[in-house]
């Protein structure tokens, strides 16, 4: 980003907070903004603040604003510690390094963004993405149906081989031991009803038993 660019972006995130002052996400964008420039007090007071505001924003957003204050006080095994410990979806990937580059605010990327599931774990405040599952599509066929949904740490899911969906929390149990019913995963239910209209394996010929 351009000298000028990065000036008028912190412009623009102070009339942002002197607006809302117990905005976090705006402290912590702030802080991006000091910093860039070279001001590194002004960086750490900003990062600071975002975190003394930030307890009752969503988890990722928590640990975003956290691993950007680390960041600014050059604390760089915590900063990495809180960035691990996001909710990370493999869509954030292209999101995230074309920010790292400095292309992600490019004008002729903006027909591209819209349709892009991701976002950049540079930036907070984005809604938690809503993730369709399945492995199988228009292009290729698929031996077992598998499909779901997945949003944060909640994964709804069914194979060919279940009897219906199950939901699992993924922070606690990432091996999907525990089904804690589909009540738990919301409204991720009837969207799998409305996407899927049936459960994988379900209406389909079933093998002759000999």
């Known amino acids: 980003m351009r000298a000028y660019e990065l000036v008028r972006a912190r412009d623009l995130l102070q009339q942002a907070v002197a607006a809302e002052p117990d905005f976090p996400l705006a402290h ?11 001001y ?6 900003q990062a600071a603040k975002a975190v003394e505001l930030a307890d009752d924003l969503p988890r990722e957003d928590r ?11 050059w604390r760089w095994d915590e900063a990495i510690e809180s960035y691990r410990a996001a909710p990370t979806f493999h869509t954030d990937l292209t999101p995230t390094i074309l920010d ?29 993405a809503t993730l ?16 779901g949904y997945m949003r944060r ?36 239910f009837e969207l799998a009803r409305q996407t899927y ?10 093998p002759e038993k000999d």
Not at 40 to 45: G, N, V, W, Y
Not at 132 to 147: I, K, Y
Not at 161 to 168: E, F, I, P, S, V
């Open 28 to 38: 912590s964008a702030l802080a991006e903004a000091w910093s860039a420039l070279g």
């Open 132 to 147: 369709s599952l399945t492995n199988c599509s228009g292009v290729w066929g698929c031996a077992f149906e598998n499909w």
């Open 100 to 128: 790292l580059l400095g292309l992600w605010q490019l004008d002729g990327l903006r027909g591209y963004r819209r349709h892009m599931p991701g976002h950049s774990l540079l930036r907070g405040g984005a809604e938690p």
């Open 197 to 206: 209209r049936r459960v994988p394996g379900e209406d389909l010929p079933k």
């Open 40 to 45: 590194d007090a002004k960086a750490q007071e």
């Open 153 to 188: 740490n909640l994964k709804l899911e069914s194979r060919s081989w279940d009897t219906g969906y199950k939901c699992y929390d993924l922070e606690l149990d990432p091996f999907e031991q525990v089904d804690l019913g589909v009540q738990a995963c919301g409204d991720l």
């Open 63 to 73: 640990q975003l604003i956290k691993a950007r204050n680390h960041e600014m006080s």
